[in-house]
């Protein structure tokens, strides 16, 4: 049974909210939001989101075990490119009201 795991994704930039509107960065939020659709598609994307004032965002995932997390994770082009970096904790979803 597949387990779920909540990652923290934070910008390493503190000019963050400034630097992704820039025009080089729209091929790198491209790709990290068609990989998040790919991921939910394949049933492992459980939700994601960020805050508003570009402090982190969230992202949660299911996973067999927190090796395979990380494996899924490390993927995503914004910690690839060391533009955020992460925590990983074991979580579990309890309640939720389907939004969109």
């Known amino acids: 049974m597949k387990e ?3 990652f923290k994704l934070t910008p390493v930039s503190r000019t963050w909210l400034d ?3 820039k025009d080089d960065m729209k091929p790198i ?6 990989n998040l659709k790919r991921l939910a598609g394949e049933g492992i994307l459980v939700f994601d989101g960020h805050c508003l004032d570009g402090a982190f965002g969230v992202i949660v995932l299911l996973a067999e075990d927190d090796i395979s997390a990380r494996n899924i994770i490390d993927q995503d ?3 690839q490119k060391g533009l955020m970096t992460y925590e990983m ?3 579990v979803v309890t309640i939720s009201k389907g939004l969109s």
């Open 4 to 6: 779920q795991f909540i």
């Open 19 to 21: 630097d992704v509107t």
């Open 29 to 34: 939020l491209q790709e990290h939001a068609e």
């Open 77 to 79: 082009v914004f910690i």
């Open 89 to 91: 904790h074991p979580f």
